[in-house]
């Protein structure tokens, strides 16, 4: 797809390095200053798929974008401006080594495990006689680590992040206590726009002047899971698949055309058509969890826009 941007190489005025995540590009420049692109590309299982998604990029960073506005009374954050539709730019921070990862509801992961048989996820416990896609009586702090060797994500639970010393005591628990207020208040978006908020991932990191901020995405598609209110309780009833908005549904699809991110498992084909479905369903995120109509931005060059938005802001702030 040609309207799409799948990798990155900018020279910016100032530049010192380059990190390159899963889907976003970091572009590090001096006096501690980080221009974040999200790109197309389209992560599963801790693999990226061969083609980007048209919009994808835009689309988690103006969600991130309004929803770091409508949590900033809860927890400060890293951002300064978005110069570009799919640019974020702002403090540099030392990232915390863990994810902290929030569920409302029985799913995804948790619900995989279940299934096995498990009842205790990172050191917290699962009720028994729970069906997927249930509500917890309260929401649970699952927290993930990076895995030494490679990018996949590893669950660990809160005593292990404490013994190993990945996070200091006090900051986990202020970390903890960010976590829930996060979520407390993405669930209440959601819910005044006809969704669930089922659960999430919250990263944070320290200033160079010690102040604790939220970083990186928040509400998008890519870090949480949202099911349509309307009819939950019915389909849950019934023993029926929720209806959902969320990367799930890409997840499911390459499940069912034997994908998993397994040794050996080859990445399935994804056609034009397909792409464009999974483009309009993260349209429809946008349109549902901010509950503005999503406008598209020109995708005629976009490495040119980026460039040409970014070094005009870049300009703009040196005076």
């Known amino acids: 797809m040609k309207n799409t941007i799948i990798d990155t190489n900018f020279n910016f005025p100032g530049q010192t390095q380059v990190y390159k995540g899963k889907v976003r590009e970091v572009y590090h420049l001096e006096n501690d200053l980080l221009v974040m692109i999200a790109t197309d590309r389209l992560s ?7 083609k980007g998604i048209p919009y994808k990029g835009q689309i988690l960073n103006q969600i991130a974008t309004q929803m770091m506005a409508a949590t900033i009374d809860i927890v400060p954050n890293w951002l300064e401006a978005t110069p570009d539709p799919n640019v974020a730019v702002g403090k540099k921070c030392e990232p915390f080594k863990v994810e902290m990862v929030i569920r409302g509801y029985l799913s995804g992961h948790a619900a995989r495990q279940y299934k096995a048989g498990k009842r205790m996820l990172c050191g917290v416990s699962m009720p028994e006689g729970m069906k997927e896609n249930d ?98 309780k019915e389909r849950q009833e019934k023993g029926e698949v929720q209806k959902q908005l969320s990367k799930e549904f890409v997840r499911q699809w390459l499940i069912q055309n034997d994908f998993q991110g397994l040794e050996g498992q080859k990445v399935p084909e994804m056609s034009d058509d397909y792409i464009a479905t999974v483009s309009e369903r993260y349209i429809e995120l946008y349109e549902k969890i901010t509950g503005f109509p999503f406008e598209k931005a020109d995708v005629s060059n976009i490495e040119k826009r980026i460039e040409s938005n970014v070094l005009d802001y870049l300009k703009h702030r040196r005076k």
């Open 44 to 50: 599963a299982f801790d693999v990226v798929m061969p």
């Open 135 to 232: 509500k917890f009586p309260t929401p649970i702090i699952t927290p993930a680590t990076k895995a030494e060797m490679g990018d996949h994500d590893e669950d660990i639970s809160k005593e292990d992040i404490l013994k190993k010393g990945i996070v200091s005591k006090d900051d986990y628990e202020l970390l903890e206590d960010y976590t829930k207020k996060l979520f407390q208040r993405g669930s209440e978006i959601a819910t005044s726009h006809g969704l669930i908020l089922v659960d999430t991932k919250y990263e944070f990191g320290k200033t160079t002047d010690g102040e604790i901020v939220l970083i990186d995405e928040i509400h998008t598609p890519d870090s949480s899971r949202y099911f349509y209110a309307e009819g939950y």
